[in-house]
């Protein structure tokens, strides 16, 4: 499937908006795509772009609808598929065989086929000019504009297989961009082995949406992503040979830029505003030179948007949790289900739920979990017992009420890898994690209690709002096990204030207090756990009621205080300009759709 054919079957659905009038790709086009994301809207087809000949198409993964019109396949039940295939042909028999054919057919697929020539060379421009593409400025702050979903292709210097990923490209000029590889990244680490240091490069533009979704999925390092998308298709990924480059590139994207990747040609590349909700900061990178721009006949230029959510790349990271449920299940049996909330950047909370089979295995499945792939960029990993629902945040903060108890329960990883967009720490790549088990299982029993313990005197919201003063701006309790503290942060010490309230506030049954800042919505569950997930660093920003160390052990009892309000040195929350927002209000019309 190319992007016309994808875009055809979403038409021939009703999931289509074509919009005739010139739109601008700085801000306009970004501020319309994210209304139409929190509306449930269709996806956007922009005729008229202004400044470039061709035509741009955004929010076409929005919805599970969409994604799964896309692959063909519900991409959990495909995961299950083929953990149900493993187990079953273990040993192999006719039956097992006969019964999951389709997915072994499926299996087969994972592979590549190379062809003569595609419809993505019918034009050919050497070297090749950037500014010919509708390409996007998504924030006012951001650097400049970003190619915003590239599918970018590197080949190991020694094994010579292929990676495939999704890198932000800031454009610099019509024959330059960055490359911003992070670290636990394939082209990342191929780039470690590199000796020659102009590496080549090709990005693939649009293409079958099997490979968007190969391109994110964190396969393990070495698996190939492009014969992965022919798996998610149940068809090869068709290849043609690049024109100035010895790699074989995607046959059914709209363009491919052909070029290489200097290494010691690094430039600063960002601010941009990302999917954590705040300006990533600008850094060093390489740099991206293009040799030539291939592109077919009435090409269509794909694009996304990223920033606080929810975005479209929501749907994206739920269909990599569930296709990856039942594979984790292969190598972490004791695993029932897990997910990573997109609310807090995905990364920020991984929620866990285990069978227990014997004390503490879910502290084990939790350090395992952490030195495998992508996953070892998590930040906060939380624990719950098989039955528990890890996607239900309400769900899993019963069983914080219940079970949690920082003497047991609390493992703190200070200077461990994070993801590059974690500005929490203040240290790019680096931080804290924090391990909080709430499942039911006990570790040590004998863990002393402090002297003088007295029973938990009852909530009381009065004495809450004495103890801040000024600074109180309300509270949420959320199954009595969290209580969310706003505050007006500014001028303030937010981590003394956290200390007065572990001191001197009645905070009943709570086992959690977080403060949070006064741009956050406490009554709206996903903008509260975006606020505290994003903006507080473990080692930093966690204290208790009580701290004391025993010899090596440091131990921690009542509830866990979070500093989770901003603070300096953070980069800004993403906010559009005023002007923007009210130019698209009085257009909104004008781009055919309705009001409300």
Not at 450 to 463: C, E, M, R
Request: aromatic letters at 8%.
């Amino acid at each position: 499937m190319n992007l016309h054919q994808y875009i055809d079957r979403l038409e021939a659905e009703g999931e289509v908006q074509r919009i005739r009038v010139e739109v601008d790709p700085v801000l306009e086009i970004g501020e319309i795509a994210m209304r139409q994301v929190r509306l449930g809207g269709p996806a956007l087809l922009f005729e008229n772009v202004k400044g470039s000949d061709f035509p741009l198409a955004i929010n076409l993964n929005a919805t599970r609808k969409r994604l799964e019109l896309g692959l063909g396949a519900d991409p959990g039940q495909l995961g299950a598929d083929l953990v149900t295939l493993v187990k079953e042909l273990q040993p192999p028999s006719l039956a097992g065989l006969w019964k999951n054919r389709k997915t072994i057919g499926r299996a087969l697929s994972m592979r590549v086929t190379k062809e003569r020539g595609a419809g993505v060379q019918d034009f050919v421009d050497t070297p090749g000019d950037l500014s010919r593409l509708p390409v996007l400025q998504c924030w006012p702050q951001d650097g400049g504009r970003f190619i915003t979903l590239p599918l970018v292709q590197t080949q190991d210097p020694e094994t010579q297989k292929s990676n495939l990923g999704m890198y932000r490209m800031q454009v610099y000029n019509a024959s330059e961009t960055g490359m911003h590889w992070q670290i636990v990244r394939g082209a990342e680490a191929q780039a470690h082995k590199a000796q020659v240091r102009r590496m080549p490069c090709a990005v693939a533009l649009g293409g079958d949406p099997a490979l968007i979704l190969s391109a994110i999925f964190p396969l393990p390092e070495g698996i190939e992503e492009l014969p992965f998308a022919g798996l998610l298709r149940g068809k090869a990924q068709p290849l043609v040979k690049a024109l100035s480059q010895p790699l074989w590139v995607p046959a059914n994207a709209e363009f491919i830029l052909e070029g290489h990747v200097d290494l010691d040609d690094r430039r600063m590349e960002g601010p941009f505003g990302d999917h954590f909700g705040h300006y990533s900061h600008a850094a060093l990178y390489p740099t991206f030179k293009l040799t030539a721009l291939t592109h077919r006949k009435n090409a269509i230029y794909p694009a996304t948007i990223v920033g606080k959510p929810p975005q479209e790349d929501k749907v994206w990271g739920e269909a990599i949790n569930d296709f990856s449920a039942g594979v984790l299940k292969l190598m972490h049996p004791e695993i029932e289900d897990f997910w990573t909330f997109q609310e807090a950047g995905f990364h920020n909370l991984l929620v866990v739920a285990v069978h227990q089979r014997h004390r503490k295995e879910g502290v084990k499945t939790a350090l395992g979990l952490l030195g495998q792939g992508q996953l070892s960029l998590c930040k906060v990993v939380v624990l719950v017992d098989a039955g528990v629902d890890p996607r239900d945040f309400k769900a899993v903060l019963k069983e914080c009420r219940k079970h949690f108890d920082p003497r047991e329960d609390m493992l703190l990883l200070p200077g461990t890898p994070l993801d590059t967009l974690d500005f929490s720490s203040h240290v790019m790549n680096l931080g804290s994690k924090l391990i909080l088990d709430c499942s039911s299982t006990r570790g040590l029993s004998a863990a002393p209690a402090s002297k003088g313990a007295q029973a938990k005197a009852a909530f009381d919201p009065a004495k809450l709002a004495k103890v801040l003063g000024a600074a109180y701006q309300g509270h949420r309790s959320l199954e009595g096990a969290l209580l969310a503290i706003k505050i007006r942060h500014a001028g303030v010490d937010a981590a003394a204030l956290l200390r007065k309230v572990l001191d001197k506030a009645a905070l009943g049954t709570h086992k959690w207090v977080a403060l949070v800042s006064e741009d956050i919505n406490l009554e709206d569950t996903g903008d509260l756990i975006w606020g505290l997930f994003t903006r507080f660093d473990a080692a930093r920003d966690i204290q208790f009621s009580e701290s004391r160390l025993i010899r090596a052990w440091p131990l921690h009892r009542g509830v866990l205080g979070i500093d989770a309000t901003w603070k300096k040195g953070y980069p800004e929350p993403l906010e559009m300009p005023r002007s923007i927002v009210k130019k698209v209000d009085e257009r909104w019309h004008e781009y055919g759709f309705k009001r409300g």
